[in-house]
């Protein structure tokens, strides 16, 4: 399956330990922007219901989810308990000339 | 004999339940006040230091309470530490439950998972089944057919609700939960919202807990004394009347299947004392709204969006006021509800939630 890489926004648009939305042809993704300055992305909307992960708040490597505080690692895409059950899908993701890219299959 | 059916079907699995699907009641997309990402942020951020202190003074309380209880049985002096005991143990449980089940309370998770464990256990109710009605809760607030803990149907049980006052029907309801699950069998009900793998763990708790009380009788008998089940059990009864004080305010006579926390929950303001056994979930409208706001930051998050939000009560004998004359209202019909008034400089949603003909004036 072939990648395209999406320019998502400047590197600096996201905070450190902070999350955005990203929508794209219809469909939504999470980029996240670690404490230790790398980042990340996944699917934009919970796997237990569908919330947008960007409303939610970013601990460590860690995401919650804004309506039922379900926990994921997003940046394995890890569930991490109840409610949520089912991993969330992961995306390369880089950094170039400032801005960062996603790359969705 | 056949049995008339009520206008509204609470079953989860019933009339209604089918009709929120079909309505776009089910899951649907509530309202937010809007709040800057970066205060947001502030409100949302986490820390073990509040509830630290408030879990030490919870938990020290008891052993202090209890202990002179002890002290003291067989005299009435034993009276009032049992009273506090009790609230301790049957009331302030309900809100740790809660908010550790949401895991806001604290930062560290396995502080958040070890009082929620504690606490299940004093309210007696079983951690995975509860934490799935709860996750339920928040996505259908009181959506009849959707919402497994509205705790006020219509047209009101006035007799149950006076009843659970003293913990009975919750605690009837509960045993039966705990031994049904202890024997293995999950209800179709809670099927309808425990996934598959989450199942056996909510038997596995069912097992010890039924363990724990059959000792705990057992060492009653032994003694030939009532004192144990007066430490564990039966505080679920003689201390439960705050929780059921307070948590009756939280959506009591207000509407039912609107999608709008403004309209469904009631936001009290209490003294310090029954806050700190509520853990500040008078605040409910806010909490509704932004589950994911700790119970520490919500006095912070009243204060930011309460020109959104109907006005708050100013205490619970206030919210008593309103809300005994509208369950009374409601046994004649059941659909008349409380609306709430929104203040102008609110943002209105979903116009046609809130202008039912059969509203309060």
């Known amino acids: 399956m072939s990648s395209n890489w999406v320019e998502v926004c400047a590197a600096d648009d996201i905070d450190e330990e902070d999350v955005i939305r990203f929508d794209h042809e219809g469909r939504t993704f999470a980029v996240y922007r670690s404490p230790d300055d790398e980042y990340f992305a996944t699917d934009g909307l919970c796997t237990h219901e569908h919330i947008h992960l960007a409303d939610g708040l970013v601990m460590d490597d860690i995401i919650e989810c804004p309506k039922h505080n379900g926990r994921f690692n997003y940046k394995t895409g890890q569930a991490k308990g109840a409610p949520v059950c089912v991993n969330l899908k992961t995306y390369p993701i880089k950094v170039e000339a400032g801005s960062v890219f996603i790359a969705i299959s | ?361």
Request: hydrophobic share 45%; proline share 7%.
């Open chain 2, 1 to 361: 004999m056949t049995t008339v059916p009520t206008k509204r079907d609470y079953s989860l699995l019933g009339r209604d339940a089918e009709m929120a699907v079909a309505n776009g009641l089910a899951a649907a997309e509530w309202y937010h006040t809007e709040i800057p990402r970066k205060q947001m942020k502030e409100l949302m951020k986490r820390d073990d230091g509040p509830a630290i202190r408030d879990t030490a003074i919870w938990l020290g309380s008891m052993v202090l309470f209890g202990g002179l209880g002890i002290f003291f049985w067989g005299t009435w002096f034993a009276v009032p530490f049992f009273l506090a005991y009790g609230v301790l143990y049957g009331s302030a449980s309900d809100s740790r439950w809660h908010e550790c089940g949401h895991g806001t309370a604290f930062k560290t998770m396995w502080m958040n998972d070890a009082v929620y464990q504690i606490a299940c256990f004093m309210i007696m109710r079983n951690p995975v089944t509860w934490r799935w009605s709860h996750t339920r809760h928040h996505t259908d607030t009181v959506i009849v057919g959707r919402d497994p803990e509205i705790a006020v149907m219509r047209p009101p049980d006035l007799l149950r609700l006076v009843l659970n006052f003293f913990g009975i029907i919750d605690f009837w309801h509960a045993l039966i939960d705990m031994v049904r699950n202890a024997f293995g069998v999950i209800s179709p009900a809670e099927k309808t919202f425990i996934p598959e793998m989450e199942r056996p763990k909510a038997i596995l708790v069912a097992r010890i807990w039924l363990a724990i009380y059959v000792t705990t009788i057992g060492l009653s008998v032994y003694l030939g004394s009532i004192l144990p089940l007066m430490l564990i059990g039966l505080p679920r009864l003689y201390g439960a009347w705050h929780h059921v004080l307070t948590g009756l305010l939280q959506h009591g006579g207000l509407a039912d299947n609107v999608i709008d926390h403004r309209l469904n929950s009631r936001t009290v303001l209490m003294n310090p004392v029954s806050r700190f056994i509520y853990w500040n979930m008078n605040y409910h409208v806010e909490h509704h709204m932004f589950p994911m706001v700790p119970y520490h930051a919500l006095p912070k998050l009243h204060a930011m969006i309460k020109h959104d939000l109907p006005a708050a009560n100013p205490s619970i004998l206030n919210g008593y006021r309103e809300m005994i004359p509208a369950f009374l209202r409601q046994l004649r019909n059941e659909d008349y509800f409380l609306k709430r008034d929104l203040p102008p400089t609110a943002r209105p949603y979903r116009e046609e939630f809130h202008s039912e003909p059969v509203a309060a004036e």
